[in-house]
């Protein structure tokens, strides 16, 4: 299996430094949101492998967890209620101005892109030609970011689904040829619905509630299909999280997050699914988490001038941690490429 590590953080800066600024507001929204998880009833079931639930049992931010002793997902044990969270992707990813989108494209998706080319070039021999005539499907395709790299790159049998219909609404400003699809319907049903040669999921498993019947049925796409997939995990930030209690949590916030997953979970996963992971690429943010968490922590004590400082000299030190952070396996993020056997 190929393993690449780290990317530079400045690729996501900006995003990191709105987050810095709108700190407190986040953080009261989801800690208003995930107290609903209390009054909820527990799983009979792991959400991924569909055991019976048992395993190491913790509490994060005042709410139950567990860790699944068969297959390592971690997830809430509470089931979320229909409708969980209260949130549209829509006012999480608003629309931008035309050079924004493009820059935001250029900075996060086209890297995505670049290494996802270059992996199947090294892994499974594609000339450029032959990834362009592939059909691709991208699942949460949301503004359309990846698909419009994917349409920069010659690709043109290429669509993208969402379920949420603002957010088709901007990506048809910025993506040619009606590409992104609003798809409300069965997740389950994608599959059979939409043919493809490669399917592309960014950032979507995590939120699925039916994850097992998703997996399972994925066993019916034909060999050699590629699956291309990143998913949050259990790494370094959440351990921060869970320390620094009252900072907004971006990665296992129990409210977009109620679930998340591990190497063992990622391995069970596509076990169950019946795919060959031929790729990985391991990088996180949870630098970027602990500059934050200092930061605001920092902000009642010392002046602004010292304060600013002291923020710079985080932000160095940040591409050097994370990148020992990834070598470690602690990062909150994995990609993949896997093809089905």
């Known amino acids: 299996m190929r393993i690449d590590y780290s990317k530079s953080l400045s690729d996501v800066r900006k995003e990191s430094l709105l987050r810095l600024a709108d700190e407190r507001a986040l953080f009261e929204s989801q800690s208003a949101e995930s107290t609903n998880l209390l009054r909820c009833e527990n799983r009979a079931h792991c959400i991924l492998c569909n055991s019976r639930t048992a395993g190491a049992s913790f509490t994060h931010r005042g709410l139950p967890l567990f860790i699944c002793d068969v297959c390592g997902h971690v997830q809430t044990r509470a089931i979320p209620p229909h409708g969980y969270p209260n949130v549209a992707f829509s006012s999480v990813y608003p629309k931008l101005p035309y050079d924004d ?17 270059d992996c199947l070039e ?11 005539r592939l059909r691709w499907l991208e699942i949460g395709a949301g503004a359309g970011y990846f698909v419009s790299a994917l349409v920069d790159a010659g690709v043109e049998n290429v669509l993208g689904l969402d379920s949420d219909a603002a957010l088709v609404e901007v990506a048809d400003s910025f993506v040619p040829g009606n590409r992104i699809i609003h798809y409300p319907g069965n997740i389950v049903d994608v599959f059979s619905r ?51 209690e009252e900072n907004f949590a971006r990665n296992l916030d129990c409210v ?49 001038e010292l304060l600013e400082t002291v923020q710079s000299d985080c932000i160095g030190l940040e591409n050097e941690l994370q990148s020992s952070l990834d070598r470690l396996g602690l990062a909150d993020q994995r990609h993949l490429l896997a093809i089905k056997r």
Not at 101 to 117: E, G, N, T, V
Not at 206 to 221: G, I, K, Q, S, T
Not at 268 to 282: G, R, S, V
């Open 194 to 244: 939409f043919e493809a040669d490669a399917y592309v999921a960014f950032f979507v498993f995590e939120h699925l509630a039916d994850l097992h019947p998703f997996l399972m049925r994925m066993r019916d796409l034909p060999a050699g299909t590629i699956l291309v997939f990143s998913v949050p995990v259990y790494g370094f930030s959440c351990l921060l999280e869970n320390v620094f």
């Open 256 to 304: 977009l997050h109620t679930q998340l997953f591990t190497d063992k979970s990622i391995d069970h996963a596509m076990k169950l699914a019946e795919f060959d992971i031929l790729a990985k690429w391991i990088f996180g943010q949870d630098s970027s988490d602990l500059t934050r968490f200092l930061v605001k922590g920092l902000s009642r004590k010392l002046p602004g």
């Open 101 to 117: 989108y493009q820059d935001r494209k250029k900075r996060i998706y086209k890297p995505k892109l670049d290494w996802i080319l």
């Open 122 to 132: 090294s892994e499974l021999g594609m000339s450029m030609d032959r990834i362009t």
